[in-house]
């Protein structure tokens, strides 16, 4: 199988910390831009940050910049979120997505998708 596989979504309360995890099954990520999207019920999907293949560029929507980093370690085929200073506005399902490259911090010519991951910040 093909896919990416995502961890670390839960409960949190405002102002606490979680950590993302995508990691490649059946395939390396070395050649890939990763990014998150975020989904909230009743609204549309939007993108939150991209990473390029190499690491060298991270791009982050207004909303998370200074609270949410995006990092990759190619050696362990994963891709991870750190999500600090959480607010109820960043209740989603978390996508992760290898693309093509990184259109500001929305991923562009997704080719794999991971299965989404819940994370919810209340108190």
């Known amino acids: 199988q093909l896919q990416l596989v995502e961890s670390g979504g839960g409960l949190v309360q405002p102002g606490g910390s979680l950590r993302l995890s995508c990691a490649a099954s059946?395939?390396?990520?070395?050649?890939?831009?990763i990014g998150w999207f975020r989904q909230a019920p009743g609204k549309e999907r939007e993108g939150v940050s991209c990473i390029s293949s190499s690491g060298g560029i991270s791009n982050y929507e207004d909303s998370v910049k200074g609270r949410f980093t995006i990092s990759r370690d190619n050696a362990k085929n994963t891709v991870y979120l750190q999500m600090n200073s959480l607010k109820p506005e960043d209740t989603a399902v978390y996508y992760c997505a290898a693309a093509y490259y990184c259109s500001y911090y929305t991923p562009y010519g997704v080719e794999y998708w991971g299965q989404g991951t819940q994370v919810t910040v209340s108190s």
């Open positions: 059946g395939f390396t990520l070395d050649d890939y831009a």
